[in-house]
């Protein structure tokens, strides 16, 4: 099986490539801007004739959830024209499609986990909108499909709420982080061996989603207590509402995905604190 990973220099796709090895079946392989542009249908069709691909995974996304709400073009371009190509590229040439999507593409106002079945008729600002839009057209592009909805995502790799943490520990003694926003975090090495196992199971007919994220609830107050908790830093950290931490684009009160479905697959979830300390001891290593 030859599996094409877009976005692949990004921390899922260079997840994916650090358990790859896990899978001596499939061939992986990655690309990512300047050399795979995903609203370039001529590109991505080179690479998909040139390695005999069979999967696409999409990784790819225009993730600034803040910019997007000034910069909305360019996180539909991204978002919603990448995926579109994908969808066409897959429908042209018989290939099967995974894509990410997010927790945004809800309207972050539930109190109980949430399902695959749940309405996505209000998603949050610019970000969600774009996701929902691509999960939409994805599903009408009749193409064998996978969507995984995951949030809070982090790892050793890239940009992430983990490495800012310890980042700002370097040199402050007190930090305040939101307390009244609610979900799971997500290491993105666990995602990557889900997205693996369900390719390995087989992409069925029509459009499947599935929720991913690691197992447990906290908010980010607690996510950072953990952090600094089990990286043994003495740092102070104080509980904030969200209308003291004003950002542009809204966030989601409480995002607790609900896994059922996807752990009926046999997919494995670990939980988060335990994830947790398998990324610092990887940060260590580094």
């Not at 997010?102 to 749940?118: A, C, I, K, Q, R």
């Not at 790799?157 to 943490?165: A, D, E, L, Q, S």
Request: proline share 4%; net charge negative.
């Amino acid at each position: 099986m030859n599996i094409l990973v877009t976005g692949g220099n990004g921390q899922l796709g260079l997840s994916i490539k650090k358990i790859s090895g896990q899978y001596p079946a499939h061939n992986f392989f990655f690309a990512d801007l300047p050399d795979a542009d995903i609203t370039h249908e001529e590109n991505i069709t080179e690479l998909v004739k040139k390695n005999e691909i069979d999967i696409i995974v999409n990784c790819a996304a225009y993730t600034a959830v803040d910019k997007a709400e000034s910069e909305p073009e360019a996180a539909r371009n991204i978002n919603v024209i990448g995926p579109r190509v994908l969808a066409r590229i897959c429908k042209k040439y018989d290939l099967k499609l995974v894509h990410i999507s997010t927790d945004y593409v809800f309207d972050g106002e539930s109190n109980v986990p949430l399902l695959e079945t749940d309405s996505c008729d209000n998603p949050i600002g610019v970000y969600g909108q774009t996701k929902k839009d691509a999960e939409d057209m994805i599903a009408e592009s009749e193409v064998d499909s996978v969507i995984i909805r995951t949030a809070w995502l982090y790892s050793e790799f890239g940009n992430n709420f983990v490495k800012t943490m310890l980042r700002l520990a370097e040199n402050r003694n007190e930090l305040g982080v939101i307390f009244d926003q609610i979900g799971t975090p997500t290491y993105a090495p666990d995602l990557a061996v889900a997205i693996a196992e369900i390719i390995n199971k087989g992409i069925e007919k029509g459009c499947n989603i599935y929720h991913y994220s690691n197992e447990g609830v906290c908010s980010w107050y607690d996510f950072a207590k953990e952090i600094f908790g089990q990286s043994g830093i003495d740092m102070k950290v104080n509980p904030l509402h969200t209308y003291e931490y004003q950002t542009p684009a809204k966030r989601p009160k409480y995002s607790v995905l609900d896994k059922s479905k996807i752990k009926s697959e046999g997919i494995h979830v670990p939980y988060w604190k335990d994830s947790l300390k398998t990324c610092l001891e990887e940060l260590k290593k580094q």
